[in-house]
C-alpha cells in the first residue's frame, strides 16, 4: 500500500496560519463592535431614566428649599440670609455630585474589555503556532 506524504511545505502552512489569524482578527472585530454596543445601549438606558428623574425631581427640590428657606424666616434668621445659606448648602453639594460623577463617566467603562482579553489569547496562541 502507497503511502502519502503528509508533509506540507512551509509556505501552504504558513498561508494557512495567516488566513486563520486574518479570520480570528474579524472575528474579534465583530465581537468588539457587539460589546461597544451593548455597552452603549446600557448607558442609552441609564441616561434616559436620569433624565426622567431629574425632570420629576427638580420642581420638588425647588419647593423643598423654598420651605427650608421659610422654616430658617420664621425661626428668627433674616429671609436674605436664610436664602443665601440654602442656596450656597446646595452648591456645595451639587458640586461634590458633578466631581463624583465625572470620576464614575471614566473613557475606560467603554473599553471592550472581554474582547481585548481574547485577542492578547488569540495572539499568544498564535505566536505558539509559528
Given amino acids: ?15 494557512a496560519v495567516v488566513s486563520e489569524v486574518a479570520y480570528l ?8 463592535r457587539a460589546e461597544i454596543k451593548e455597552k452603549i445601549g446600557q448607558m442609552t438606558n441609564g441616561a434616559a431614566m436620569i433624565g426622567a428623574a431629574v425632570a420629576v425631581l427638580i420642581p420638588g427640590l425647588v419647593i423643598l428649599l423654598m420651605a427650608i428657606s421659610r422654616w430658617l424666616t420664621v425661626a428668627g434668621m433674616p429671609e436674605e440670609w436664610s436664602l443665601t445659606l440654602v442656596a450656597v448648602v446646595v452648591l456645595v453639594i451639587g458640586g461634590g455630585l ?8 471614566k473613557a475606560s467603562s467603554l473599553v471592550p474589555e472581554r474582547t481585548l482579553e481574547q485577542v492578547r489569547a488569540d ?8
Fill in 1 to 15: 500500500m502507497a503511502t502519502r506524504e503528509t508533509h506540507h511545505p512551509v509556505t501552504s502552512v504558513l498561508t
Fill in 25 to 32: 482578527l474579524q472575528t474579534e472585530v465583530r465581537l468588539a
Fill in 98 to 105: 458633578v466631581m463624583a460623577g465625572v470620576k464614575a463617566l
Fill in 123 to 130: 495572539f499568544s496562541i498564535a505566536k505558539e503556532q509559528v
